[in-house]
């Protein structure tokens, strides 16, 4: 079961993290904190998980980082979507909505032959 949470977590990380930063500005800590409250322990990411994503996200120019300069504290790395990551996330989300009907119809179906079993 683990491994399948896993590979789940991994399939859909790219959407989610994209989803957050559609909302708004992120910086690693507040993402990492966020996915865990929202996701409880689905979610639950170390921040040298996190980063080779966005990393990654920001190599293909779904997001850009920017450094905040406080008077106070410590500055941060925000992390924001570019318009290639609004039409990446729109495409995902198709994707994903797709692959849920589908599956969704194959349990269905499962469902409708155990009961005629």
């Given amino acids: 079961m683990e491994t399948v949470r ?4 991994r399939g859909t990380l790219e959407m989610i993290l994209l989803t957050m ?3 708004k500005d992120r910086y690693g800590y507040d993402i990492v904190s966020t996915l865990e409250k929202q996701g409880g322990r689905y979610f639950k990411i170390k921040e040298g998980t996190l980063y080779p994503v966005l990393y990654r996200l920001e190599d293909d120019g ?3 980082s920017y450094r905040d300069n406080p008077k106070r504290g410590v500055p941060r790395k925000y992390y924001k979507i570019t318009d290639e990551g ?3 996330l729109k495409n995902l989300i198709k994707e994903w909505r797709s692959f849920i009907q589908i599956v969704d119809g194959f349990l269905e179906n499962e469902e409708t032959n ?4």
């Fill in 6 to 9: 896993r590979e789940l977590k």
């Fill in 62 to 64: 779904y997001i850009d």
């Fill in 86 to 88: 609004k039409v990446r």
């Fill in 114 to 117: 155990h009961e005629q079993d």
């Fill in 21 to 23: 930063l559609d909302h």
